[in-house]
């Protein structure tokens, strides 16, 4: 490579490297932004799972005491149409 060549090589290296940088901060926020998304649905589902353990408690002591006699209305299933 010639000393007139090396400036052009550089600048085009230079380029190249600048693309890749900003390829990859691209992926990045991006992973960065799902892994939040997934973050916030975990918490959410945690929060479910423990609601509903503590419903499956509560009713498998109901059952236990016999308090199941009567029906609640949300314990109801609707009927077909």
């Known amino acids: 490579m010639s000393p007139a060549q090396a400036p052009a090589w ?3 290296r230079l380029e190249a490297l600048e ?30 799972n423990a609601m509903m353990q503590e419903k499956l408690r509560e009713q498998q ?12 209305p949300e314990d109801e299933i609707p009927p077909h149409y």
């Open 19 to 48: 693309s890749r940088i900003a390829y990859q901060e691209h992926w990045l926020a991006l992973l960065d932004e799902t892994v939040a998304r997934q973050d916030r649905r975990l918490v959410q589902l945690e929060r479910i």
């Open 10 to 12: 550089l600048e085009s």
């Open 61 to 72: 002591q109901a059952l236990q005491e016999g308090e199941m006699a009567e029906p609640r």
